[in-house]
């Protein structure tokens, strides 16, 4: 059943992470596959929006490479990064393997 819940980025960091798309596999390699420019567009509106306090945004590369997502590059208070910058900008915590550190 499809639905909405609530992720913690960095406990300092107060949002909810909003995604659109729908995941699939590229052989072993999982993607995000794109979504019709009207749902995205309205999707992406009411991130916008004022009242949205929210911070993160998940959306399939296709879609910013849509007119309505190449505006994006062009407002101040957007950011736009790949997948791999984000990884890098280490906004994640990591998850603790239970296994680490006890032996067999």
């Given at each position: 059943?499809?639905?909405?819940?609530?992720?913690?980025?960095?406990?300092?960091?107060?949002?909810?992470?909003?995604?659109?798309?729908?995941?699939?596999l590229f052989g072993k390699?999982?993607?995000?596959?794109?979504?019709?420019?009207?749902?995205?567009?309205?999707?992406?509106?009411?991130?916008?929006?004022?009242?949205?306090?929210?911070?993160?945004?998940?959306?399939?590369?296709?879609?910013?490479?849509?007119?309505?997502?190449?505006?994006?590059?062009?407002?101040?208070?957007v950011s736009v990064f790949?997948?791999?910058?984000?990884?890098?900008?280490?906004?994640?915590?990591?998850?603790k393997n239970d296994c680490?550190?006890?032996?067999?």
């Amino acid at each position: 059943m499809a639905g909405s819940r609530s992720e913690k980025i960095r406990p300092d960091i107060p949002t909810d992470i909003w995604c659109t798309g729908c995941i699939d596999l590229f052989g072993k390699d999982p993607i995000l596959k794109s979504v019709d420019t009207a749902g995205f567009g309205t999707k992406l509106d009411a991130f916008l929006s004022e009242a949205n306090s929210d911070m993160l945004f998940v959306v399939p590369e296709a879609n910013l490479r849509q007119k309505i997502g190449a505006d994006l590059y062009r407002r101040e208070d957007v950011s736009v990064f790949t997948l791999k910058q984000f990884r890098s900008a280490g906004l994640f915590k990591k998850k603790k393997n239970d296994c680490e550190g006890s032996q067999a």
